[in-house]
């Protein structure tokens, strides 16, 4: 018969190294984490803020005040709000692919182009309606003022950018 001992040194090959097994989850753990889709919280946010940009981009974007003269409101989808609307559309279904199927990561980077894109024309709507002079033809420009829908667009949209980036960041492999 043999001893303990010399049981365990004829069987310790087949011992279990925990040192090793702990190692190699904590990397595949690491792994998995480093991979994994964005928080709910950064997709839902992505969806909620285009689609108030959406909304801003139906809205008023100016209003033009004449003396004797019932105010005239021009719609975002009457100007560059329309674009607005339009890319802000497409982002918001790429938005909502990206909500609901969260491993893949090709429509969240989509619409992280086009609300950069949409952004980008709310922004310049902004400072170009400013800056705007109508005093060439005969509207004074304390007459003219930009509507709250010209500002939410721009706000939400930079807002859904910044979140559609971080979805784009959290979930990218490429």
């Known amino acids: 018969?043999?001893?303990?001992?010399?049981?365990?040194?004829?069987?310790?090959?087949?011992?279990?190294?925990?040192?090793?097994?702990a190692r190699y989850r904590r990397e595949?753990?690491?792994?998995?984490?480093?991979?994994?889709p964005?928080?709910?919280w950064t997709r839902l946010g992505a969806v909620l803020s285009g689609a108030l940009?959406?909304?801003g981009a139906t809205g008023?974007?100016?209003?033009?005040?004449l003396p004797n003269e019932?105010?005239?409101f021009i719609r975002g989808v009457q100007t560059d709000g329309f674009f607005v609307a339009l890319?802000?559309?497409?982002?918001?279904?790429?938005?909502?692919?990206?909500l609901f199927w969260p491993d893949t990561e090709v429509p969240a980077a989509f619409a992280f182009g086009v609300l950069a894109f949409c952004t980008f024309i709310a922004f310049m709507s902004v400072f170009f309606l400013k800056s705007y002079r109508p005093g060439i033809i005969g509207i004074a420009p304390s007459s003219i003022v930009l509507g709250w829908g010209v500002f939410l667009s721009a706000g939400a949209g930079l807002i859904a950018t910044a979140?559609?980036?971080?979805?784009?960041?959290?979930?990218?492999?490429f």
């Open 53 to 55: 940009m959406l909304v």
């Open 1 to 21: 018969m043999s001893t303990y001992q010399e049981q365990r040194e004829r069987f310790r090959v087949y011992e279990p190294n925990v040192a090793i097994y």
């Open 60 to 65: 008023p974007w100016l209003t033009i005040r």
């Open 70 to 72: 019932a105010p005239a």
């Open 28 to 36: 595949v753990e690491a792994y998995e984490q480093a991979f994994a």
């Open 87 to 98: 890319f802000g559309a497409v982002a918001l279904i790429l938005l909502m692919i990206a």
């Open 38 to 40: 964005a928080p709910v």
């Open 163 to 173: 979140f559609a980036w971080l979805v784009v960041r959290r979930s990218a492999t």
